[in-house]
């Protein structure tokens, strides 16, 4: 019997797309074949992906009240749909796997009128609008947290948690301990804002570094995203400051960086929170504000509970709240290593191989029902 091929599909951004290629290598490594369907966005920076084949799929995401958007959204993706069909039938997948957002959209409703089973993956502690239009179509829903809401009531497929898969360089950043804190030693802080950056790291954080004390300052070695028209004004502030400093619109050893941090500010997208969780280490998160969903405040708070991380709402992350946060982390290091070990007890390590293993027991029963 040939190896089954698994379509996998993801858009948009690399929050869809990193678990995708953690699923990809996991697939891979249990010898079945894989290929990916993406739109244009995504397809751009997807040439690393381990896939067979990537197949570009046109897709839009309806937003905001206006109807002629919204039809022309739906038009786009009902355009997505009549493209995937004829993919799908020449690739012959075993099962289609959807990552979230509205990219995943024609691919998975191609295959499920094509009777393919289907799996979707809800990285948040919110089902998002995609997911929850294709909920009644999935064969299988694999969550990342154990507690998600707005999982449509009586869907006909499977609900498992398996985690949020997580990328080679994660894995081994992983292995780092946390690195050790001296009393007066260098202290190492990164902040990110998403694989953007976001402009309220950059308004808040170096105005709330001026208002520590300076031996305090002092010991800060600092790792700051931040977007190009952001950057100069981050640079130059830190400058004034004399602090010790990297500022970049993008890290590629992210990873790397996240493993040498002893605080991590950041946003709470699910890659993020899975990441240090998986790395264990402690952060204040800021979950973006206004989204419909509210899926970064969900994700922030599985680790806020835990004693893990601070959780900050946008409205109360001010240099004068950060301040006080940060010299209260910095003074007393015993809760530092407490949370960081609080959010490696919340890391599933494995997410990968348990939604490989789930993809490839449907893929193996051949009426496409649950395993």
């Known amino acids: 019997m040939s190896a089954p091929l698994i379509l996998l599909t993801a858009g948009g951004t690399g929050g869809h797309l990193f678990p995708a290629e953690a699923?990809?290598?996991a697939?891979?490594?249990?010898?079945?074949?894989?290929?990916?369907?993406?739109?244009?966005?995504?397809?751009?920076?997807?040439?690393?992906?381990?896939?067979?084949?990537?197949?570009e799929i046109p897709s839009a995401t309806p937003s905001g009240r206006s109807v002629p958007q919204i039809a022309k959204a739906?038009?786009?993706?009902?355009?997505?749909?009549?493209?995937?069909?004829?993919?799908?039938?020449?690739?012959?997948?075993?099962?289609?796997?959807?990552?979230?957002?509205?990219?995943?959209?024609?691919?998975?409703?191609?295959?499920?009128?094509?009777?393919?089973?289907t799996v979707i993956h809800e990285a948040n502690g919110v089902m998002g609008r995609a997911n929850r239009l294709l909920a009644r179509?999935?064969?299988?829903?694999?969550?990342?947290?154990?507690?998600?809401?707005?999982?449509?009531?009586?869907?006909?497929?499977?609900?498992?948690?398996?985690?949020?898969?997580?990328?080679?360089?994660?894995?081994d950043a992983a292995r780092q301990p946390y690195p050790a804190l001296p009393e007066g030693g260098p202290f190492s802080l990164l902040v990110v804002g998403g694989s953007q950056g976001a402009r309220v790291m950059s308004d808040v954080v170096p105005p709330a570094l001026e208002l520590l004390p300076a031996e305090i300052r002092s010991r800060l070695v600092?790792?700051?995203?931040?977007?190009?028209?952001?950057?100069?004004?981050?640079?130059?502030?830190?400058?004034?400051?004399?602090?010790?400093?990297?500022?970049?619109?993008?890290?590629?050893?992210?990873?790397?960086?996240?493993?040498?941090?002893?605080?991590?500010?950041?946003?709470?997208?699910?890659?993020?929170?899975?990441?240090?969780?998986?790395?264990?280490?402690?952060?204040?998160?800021?979950p973006l504000p206004g989204a419909l969903d509210q899926d970064q405040a969900a994700n922030a708070k599985t680790l806020g509970d835990i004693g893990a991380a601070v959780v900050l709402p946008q409205a109360e992350f001010t240099p004068e709240r950060l301040a006080a946060e940060l010299r209260t982390f910095i003074e007393q290091p015993d809760r530092l290593t407490r949370a960081a070990a609080a959010a490696h007890s919340a890391s599933i390590t494995d997410a990968a191989e348990r939604l490989a293993?789930?993809?490839?027991?449907?893929?193996s029963n051949k009426n496409g029902k649950n395993p």
């Not at 891979?28 to 990537?54: C, H, M």
């Not at 993919?87 to 094509?114: C, D, N, Q």
């Not at 293993?357 to 893929?363: D, F, S």
């Open 23 to 25: 699923l990809a290598n």
């Open 27 to 55: 697939l891979k490594a249990s010898g079945a074949r894989v290929a990916l369907a993406t739109d244009k966005r995504a397809n751009a920076y997807a040439g690393s992906f381990p896939a067979d084949e990537i197949v």
């Open 74 to 117: 739906a038009l786009v993706l009902a355009q997505g749909t009549f493209r995937a069909i004829p993919a799908i039938r020449r690739l012959k997948p075993a099962v289609v796997v959807g990552f979230g957002g509205y990219p995943t959209v024609p691919p998975v409703v191609a295959a499920s009128l094509l009777r393919v089973p």
């Open 137 to 171: 179509r999935a064969s299988l829903i694999a969550t990342g947290f154990a507690a998600v809401r707005g999982i449509p009531a009586n869907i006909p497929g499977k609900t498992v948690q398996t985690g949020n898969p997580i990328r080679p360089a994660v894995l």
């Open 222 to 286: 600092v790792c700051q995203q931040a977007r190009g028209e952001d950057l100069e004004r981050v640079r130059s502030h830190y400058q004034e400051l004399g602090l010790n400093f990297e500022a970049e619109p993008f890290f590629k050893d992210l990873p790397q960086r996240l493993a040498r941090a002893h605080l991590v500010i950041s946003r709470s997208g699910a890659s993020t929170v899975a990441e240090l969780a998986v790395i264990g280490r402690p952060s204040i998160l800021v």
């Open 357 to 363: 293993q789930a993809v490839l027991a449907l893929a």
